[in-house]
């Protein structure tokens, strides 16, 4: 390819490229795509720069990457800022507004679905904290359930569905662990119980 196309087609073909990856879910070769188009856009593109990033965003923050909030205002994305606190917090409650205060800027640029999928991040960072401000490999279930009951979400949060959370949550190798339906606790690894998403998605 770099034999054949001068930088301008490399850089269009790995926006659309990267556009199409990130749909597909395959969001480590999206992410070489659009960082590839962003890195190589020239400046004075501001526009271009900015539609770069409205899908490199959501992609490094799939992947565990979360934007500097100046880099957002540099390229007037602050829309973004609210869902990235709210994930690294691990706040639901604010991921769904973020995302649901900003839909038909989402839906028009077809990252909306993309973005439901930062939930899952969201309750990783939340149980991660859970489990380092109690200490212990063996972390009630309820305290989980304690934790979601905090952020004031419109449906009443029950064990059930925490666990099921929990389960697709190990399932999916956020966090590494087993749950223990006789004791209702989570028991998770003594090492490296929150891998990098990088090193499996």
Partial sequence: MRDHYDLTDRVTFSYFNGRKCLLENNFKLADRFLSFAFANC???YSKNLRLILIYLIPTGMLLGR????????????TLYIGLRNAII???????????????EFFVYYG?????ERLKVIA?????????????????PVDAFV??????????????????????NLIY???MKGYISH????????????????TTFL
């Fill in 42 to 44: 020239h400046p004075i």
């Fill in 66 to 77: 979360m934007p500097k909030v100046a880099a957002l205002h540099k390229h007037d994305l």
């Fill in 89 to 103: 917090k691990g706040n639901i409650r604010d991921v769904d507004k973020a995302i649901n205060d900003h839909e």
């Fill in 111 to 115: 990252v909306f679905l993309v973005l």
């Fill in 123 to 139: 309750y990783r960072n939340l149980f991660k904290r859970v489990a380092a401000a109690l200490g212990t490999h063996q972390v």
């Fill in 146 to 167: 304690a934790a979601l009951a905090l952020q004031d979400l419109p449906d009443e949060i029950v064990c059930d569905e925490v666990e099921c959370i929990l389960a």
């Fill in 172 to 174: 999916d190798n956020y």
């Fill in 182 to 197: 006789q004791h209702r606790k989570v028991v998770i690894s003594k090492q490296n119980a929150f891998p990098k998403l």
